[in-house]
């Protein structure tokens, strides 16, 4: 199995942007699918976005617009993207590939 590292995470106001990492390990990462979740305390984890090894992408409705999922095979990594964010979008991000790997999480809060 890949492992996976998230970075980016952060705090930022409404309306703000911010890019989130995940970086996989071993030549194997491009062979999977990988998709980002998040987590809202008392909530279950939501898929936010994913993207297959032939770049084909697919977002949740309430991200529609707003966010943009890409991968660079070179780097091993897969980039979200957040723009216009909100309150809501606050929550941990995680990145999943789907050899069955997560990684460990990176908090996002949205707050003026």
């Known amino acids: 199995q890949a492992q996976l590292a998230e970075s980016g995470g952060g705090l930022v106001q409404p309306g703000g942007s911010l890019r989130l990492d995940c970086a996989g390990s071993?030549?194997?990462?491009?062979?999977?699918?990988t998709a980002w979740y998040r987590q809202v305390p008392g909530q279950e984890r939501e898929m936010v976005a994913s993207?297959?090894?032939?770049?084909?992408?697919n977002y949740a409705d309430f991200v529609k617009g707003r966010f943009i999922i890409a991968r660079d095979y070179a780097k091993n990594t897969v980039y979200l993207s957040l723009n216009k964010l909100m309150p809501e979008d606050t929550g941990v991000y995680y990145c999943?590939?789907?050899?069955?790997?997560w990684g460990q999480g990176t908090q996002v809060t949205v707050s003026s």
């Open positions: 071993g030549t194997i990462f491009s062979l999977y699918a």
């Open positions: 999943r590939s789907s050899s069955g790997s």
């Open positions: 993207i297959t090894s032939a770049g084909v992408t």
